[in-house]
Each structure stands twice: as structure tokens, then as C-alpha cells.
């Protein structure tokens, strides 16, 4: 990747060593063991109201046994909270106790939501990735437990803040949970254990995606009525700042559950992608990506991106090895109908092995797992693997979007910050990426833009 490398300005650097100095204040301050053996309730705040956020929170409440309940919610946009607070209390009202005086609208918001909390409690951090950090950080000062969604990170500031948060969360002895739920997949995981036995060594990963247009990833000109802010957050996959583009948001669980197989990260990747049917949309994503990922030992991962419409859909993870195959996931995430094959040919008289039974919701179990650990005060944090996986993302989609080879180095230590005034942001601020007088935004021109700051130039 041809974007200079160089020493991070004062601003970075003193923004770096406030952080830093901030956290280290905070090492040693174990939050309290409140909620062991399920001696009390806990309970939980939604920051982020929209379909992601609102379904994390029913899952936190179907915990078995759990004792959860949802106190307080949280969203920038009065409509999205009022229609998560309806859904909610349809199908959990016993486990709701969230009135309007816990129901909290605007860009503080998510400081009222976990104001409502005590330490021990958790928080769902559910909003557009940008606003993570910021958020991650009043949840620590808090003592608060959190789950936050995916992905975490769209530029090199922001993942490497994530890991300095997520060390100062374990300082504090914070169960840290991250919406990759394949991870906690019941069937994956027995695949995982007899997969080295059952295909060799792996020799080859492919992961796929690819469907129709997403209503959300391809936006039309923003309308007359609605601000900058308000239109991006609202699209958020449409723009690299809030999302990572919809290859982050969208590709990170097929790359996740490959990287998991092969137990490690790739360390470079190079890719091609591009616009095509895209009539007057003004978002920045492309609509095709292929991306080859390259593993320490020369194994690669391949990935392929699709979102048009009319073309054949595929949403499928293969780990191919030295003595036959594996089928990771067959059918987008779950159920993951994972099986193993003694050759590279998905033929029914090759099969070795498929998972018997009805296979556990993954995104349930991620939640019991959470709750379990906090009950039990067991060491809990998945944010290291939650921004490697996002690392990861963030490479191969530089990598098409610019033309040219990306390292895992360059990703995470790249200095261009998408959105450094986020935690500042109001509705009527500019916002982080701003149109041009035909009201477009800027889009990849790989070989042409081939540093990482297209998305804010």
C-alpha cells in the first residue's frame, strides 16, 4: 500500500498519551463481584435502538435463568427508539422496566443509558461503529460489563484505541462480549475440534457473499430536509467513517469463520472490486470485491463480495485440506449445516461427518455465555479478536479500494482517522465526509487514490 507511514502528528501523539495516562489511572479498580451465582438482577441499558441493538437486547433477556432486565434504551433518532421500545415490550414486558423517564434521545444519550446502571450491569453497545470507542470508554469509567456489535473498527486510530480500551476493561475485571456470535456457534465448534483430524492440513480457504442490492448499502442523493449527520448515520453502511462500507459490516463473520479455522490472521491481502449498475447512488462502496488473503505460511484465504441484483447468491465458508473438505457454513450464518467431506467434492459418498440435531441459536448462546461468565466472575474479553477480525476486514478493503497490497501492519497502523471529531457530533455539525456541489461523496479510484484517506478527502 503505497499510504506513507509516517510518525503520528502531535495531535495523535497527545491525543494518544491522554488516553493512555486515562487508563492507566484506572488499572487495579476491579469492579465489584455483584452479580456472582445469580445473587441479584442485572440489569442491562440498549445504546443503539435500531434492528441490531433491538435484537441483541431480546437475546440478553431470553438468557436462561439470566435474571436480566432491560432499565433504559438509547438512540440519536426518536423513531428508532420509540419502534425498538414497542417491538420490546410486545414479547418481554416482564423483563422491561424501561419508562420514558429511562428512554433517552440524542447524541449524549448513551451517558443518561448507563447513568441508569450500577457498576456490574451490562451495556449493549449497538450504535454504527465510529461511535464505539467513545462509548467503550464511558462504559469502563462506568465498572459496566458490555456487549458491543460488530464490526469495531473502520481505520488504524480507532482499532488501536479499541485495544488499549479493551486491556484497561480486563484491568478492571469488565466482561467484554463482541458480536461475533459464530464464534459461540455450538456446531462450528465441534467442527473446529475434528477438522485438522478429519481434512488434514489446511491448503485453502474460500469465503463467499454475494446477493441483491441492499437498501441500505446504496443511497440516493441525500433529500433537501434532513441534515449531513443525520442522513449518514441513518445509512451508515453507505459510508466508510460510520461502517467500514458494507464489506466490513457485511463479510466480517465469512472472514472471521475462516480465520478460525486456520487458527490465525492473514498478513497481507491483495483484491480487485468495483461500481457498476449504480444509477444515481452517491454511496462509497463497491459492488463487487474479490480479495486474496495471504497467511504467514503462504495459505490463502479467498473471499468473494457480490450485492447486485440478478446474479446467482452464494453465502457459504469452504476450508479445503491436505485429506478432503470441510463446509464451514453453507446458508449465510445460521444454521451453519457445517460438515466434512474425505475429498474436495461435496458428494454424499464422501461424507464424513455432519452435525446431528437441531443446532443452538449462536446468537443466543453468545448471550448466555456473557451472563455466564459474569455470574461465575470469569475472565471474559473478546475485544482483541473483535478488532483483529475488524483489522482484517479493514486490509482487504483497502486493498480493492486502493489497488494495491496491504499488509495486517498497514491496516492497523495506518494514521488516516475517518472520523476524529465523532465524540463532537451533532445534527447540525458537518459531518465526517462531506458531498461535492453534484451531491456526491468521494468512492475508491484504485490506482489513482492509492493511500487510505479517500474516504475523508
Known amino acids: 500500500m503505497n499510504e506513507p507511514m509516517l510518525p503520528s502528528s502531535r495531535r495523535e501523539f497527545l491525543k494518544t498519551t491522554g488516553r493512555v495516562a486515562a487508563l492507566s489511572s484506572l ?41 436480566v432486565k432491560l432499565v433504559a434504551v438509547a438512540d440519536v433518532f426518536q423513531d428508532r427508539l420509540d419502534g425498538s421500545v414497542q417491538r420490546l415490550a410486545e414479547h418481554y414486558a416482564a423483563k422491561m422496566d424501561a419508562p420514558k423517564e429511562r428512554q433517552f434521545v440524542g447524541f449524549d444519550a448513551y451517558r443518561h443509558a448507563m447513568d441508569c446502571l450500577k457498576p456490574g450491569d451490562i451495556v449493549i453497545l ?17 465498572g459496566l460489563n458490555v456487549f458491543m456489535e ?18 484497561a476493561a480486563a484491568q478492571k475485571n469488565l466482561k467484554v462480549a463482541v458480536g461475533l456470535m459464530c464464534r459461540h456457534c455450538a456446531v462450528r465448534h465441534e ?9 488434514g492440513d489446511i491448503i485453502l480457504l474460500q469465503g463467499f457473499r454475494e446477493h441483491g442490492e441492499s ?31 458494507l464489506f466490513n459490516d457485511f463479510y466480517i463473520h465469512n472472514i472471521d469463520e475462516c480465520c478460525w479455522a486456520k487458527n490465525a490472521w492473514p498478513v497481507e491481502a491483495e483484491a480487485v472490486g468495483g461500481r457498476h449498475y449504480r444509477g444515481d447512488n452517491v454511496d462509497q462502496n463497491f459492488d463487487n470485491y474479490a480479495v486474496d488473503y495471504t497467511f504467514a505460511d503462504g495459505t490463502k484465504l479467498m473471499f468473494t463480495g457480490r450485492v447486485m441484483r440478478g446474479c446467482a447468491d452464494k453465502f457459504c465458508s469452504y476450508a479445503f485440506g491436505t485429506k478432503g473438505m470441510a463446509v464451514i457454513s453453507s446458508a449465510a450464518h445460521t444454521p451453519a449445516h457445517c460438515k466434512t467431506y474425505k475429498s474436495h467434492r461435496q458428494d454424499k459418498a464422501d461424507l464424513i461427518w455432519e452435525y446431528a440435531g437441531k ?22 474479553n473478546e475485544i482483541e479478536r473483535g478488532v483483529k477480525a475488524s483489522v482484517v476486514c479493514n486490509m482487504g478493503r483497502l486493498a480493492a479500494h486502493t489497488g494495491q497490497k496491504v499488509r495486517f501492519e498497514d491496516a492497523l497502523n495506518a494514521t488516516p482517522e475517518y472520523a476524529p471529531t465523532v465524540a ?30 479517500y474516504a475523508v478527502s
Do not use: C
Not at 191 to 199: K, P, T, V
Not at 437 to 447: F, H, L, N, S, T
Open 27 to 67: 488499572a487495579g479498580l476491579a469492579i465489584p463481584y455483584v452479580h456472582a451465582a445469580g445473587d441479584e438482577t442485572i440489569q442491562v441499558a440498549l445504546v443503539g435502538a435500531g434492528g441490531r441493538g433491538t435484537g441483541a437486547a431480546m437475546d440478553a433477556m431470553n438468557v436462561p435463568d439470566g435474571q
Open 126 to 142: 449497538a450504535t454504527p461503529l465510529a461511535f464505539r470507542a467513545p462509548h467503550f470508554q464511558y462504559a469502563i469509567d462506568k
Open 150 to 167: 460488530k464490526p469495531l473498527t473502520s481505520d488504524g486510530p480507532a482499532s488501536r484505541r479499541m485495544l488499549e480500551l479493551g486491556g
Open 191 to 199: 467442527l473446529m475440534e475434528r477438522i485438522h483430524d478429519d481434512i
Open 215 to 245: 437498501a441500505t448499502a446504496f443511497s440516493p442523493r441525500k433529500p433537501a430536509n434532513v441534515s449531513e449527520v443525520e442522513y449518514q448515520i441513518r445509512r451508515f453502511h453507505s459510508f466508510i467513517w460510520a461502517s467500514g462500507g
Open 359 to 380: 443446532e443452538p441459536n449462536p446468537y443466543q448462546l453468545e448471550w448466555n455465555d456473557l451472563v455466564a461468565a459474569i455470574r461465575a466472575d470469569k475472565s471474559y
Open 424 to 453: 463532537e457530533l451533532t445534527l447540525q455539525t458537518p459531518a465526517p465526509v462531506m458531498p461535492d456541489a453534484d451531491g456526491r461523496y468521494p468512492v475508491p479510484q484504485p490506482g489513482v487514490v492509492t493511500h487510505a484517506d
